[in-house]
């Protein structure tokens, strides 16, 4: 089985999952918070090198402020808990999203997290938090309009490497395989630029269900197609 080197995820259906079982959203969350740490190890092991998740879009601030307090409350707790798991990785963590909306403590874990983690290299773990990729790509180019003005790029030069140097993914390479579960089939503002070649696949699985064996047969799916791309399949 050829193994995509770069697999994102839209994190979906934690909500729905907990209200099938008669829990409250909260509950999804915690369920599908302890997945994620769960699927960091199975990637580990099937050799996946990158993994970016949808976590905290831009519009997720607008569900019910108790939700809102409950996902802040996770992020803490798990970027706590997440040097431990980077360490038994090897795990380089980033986390990629505009993260100065968020209260001074979750902003200096991210920075704990991210310094204490910089050097590993087995699987490179993107989390977007408050991310959209609209927003993004505003502020990589406000950033780069700023460069302009004050002459350390030249508009001639601007190609389609230097814009991917000005969003949150620098360094990354491209999704090779983009899974979203529960249902939905859309992006929602997720690296519309980095995903322009990009294999999707959908599943009606909620996120707190997508344990190892949902994931290899996404996987063999991803084998099964005609990449021309410089994808599983060379032509
Ligand atoms: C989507 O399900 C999920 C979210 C908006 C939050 C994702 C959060 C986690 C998986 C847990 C925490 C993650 C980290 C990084 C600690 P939904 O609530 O939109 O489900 P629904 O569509 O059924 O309502």
């Given at each position: 089985?050829n193994?995509?080197?770069h697999?994102?995820?839209?994190?979906?259906g934690?909500?729905r999952?907990?209200?099938?079982?008669?829990?409250?959203?909260?509950?999804?969350?915690?369920?599908g918070?302890?997945?994620?740490?769960?699927i960091?190890?199975?990637?580990?092991e099937?050799g996946v090198?990158?993994?970016t998740?949808?976590?905290f879009?831009?519009?997720n601030?607008?569900?019910s402020r108790e939700?809102v307090?409950?996902?802040?409350?996770?992020?803490r707790?798990?970027l706590k808990k997440c040097?431990?798991?980077s360490?038994?990785?090897?795990?380089?963590v980033?986390?990629?999203?505009?993260?100065?909306?968020f209260?001074?403590?979750?902003?200096?874990?991210?920075?704990?997290?991210e310094?204490?983690?910089?050097?590993?290299?087995?699987?490179?773990f993107?989390?977007?938090?408050?991310?959209?990729?609209?927003d993004?790509?505003?502020?990589?180019?406000r950033?780069?309009?700023?460069?302009?003005?004050?002459g350390?790029i030249?508009?001639?030069?601007i190609?389609e490497?230097?814009?991917?140097?000005?969003?949150?993914?620098?360094?990354?390479?491209?999704?090779d395989?983009l899974?979203?579960?529960?249902?939905?089939?859309?992006?929602?503002n997720?690296?519309?630029?980095?995903?322009?070649?990009?294999?999707?696949?959908?599943?009606?699985?909620?996120?707190?269900?997508?344990?190892k064996?949902?994931?290899?047969?996404?996987?063999?799916?991803?084998?099964?197609?005609?990449?021309?791309?410089?994808?599983?399949?060379e032509?």
């Amino acid at each position: 089985m050829n193994v995509p080197n770069h697999i994102a995820i839209i994190l979906d259906g934690n909500g729905r999952w907990a209200k099938a079982k008669g829990m409250p959203r909260s509950y999804g969350h915690v369920k599908g918070c302890a997945n994620l740490e769960t699927i960091c190890d199975d990637m580990k092991e099937l050799g996946v090198k990158y993994l970016t998740v949808y976590a905290f879009s831009t519009e997720n601030w607008k569900r019910s402020r108790e939700e809102v307090e409950g996902l802040m409350k996770l992020f803490r707790n798990y970027l706590k808990k997440c040097i431990k798991i980077s360490e038994k990785n090897k795990m380089r963590v980033k986390i990629i999203g505009d993260v100065t909306a968020f209260d001074d403590d979750i902003q200096q874990k991210i920075a704990e997290l991210e310094e204490f983690s910089k050097d590993y290299t087995e699987l490179h773990f993107q989390i977007a938090l408050n991310y959209g990729s609209r927003d993004e790509i505003v502020r990589g180019m406000r950033r780069m309009a700023r460069d302009a003005s004050e002459g350390r790029i030249s508009p001639e030069d601007i190609d389609e490497n230097t814009i991917g140097n000005y969003l949150d993914t620098v360094g990354i390479p491209d999704p090779d395989f983009l899974i979203r579960t529960s249902g939905e089939q859309r992006l929602s503002n997720f690296l519309l630029w980095q995903m322009a070649y990009t294999e999707f696949y959908f599943t009606d699985v909620a996120w707190p269900d997508f344990h190892k064996a949902e994931l290899i047969k996404a996987i063999e799916k991803y084998n099964e197609r005609d990449r021309r791309y410089g994808g599983v399949k060379e032509e």
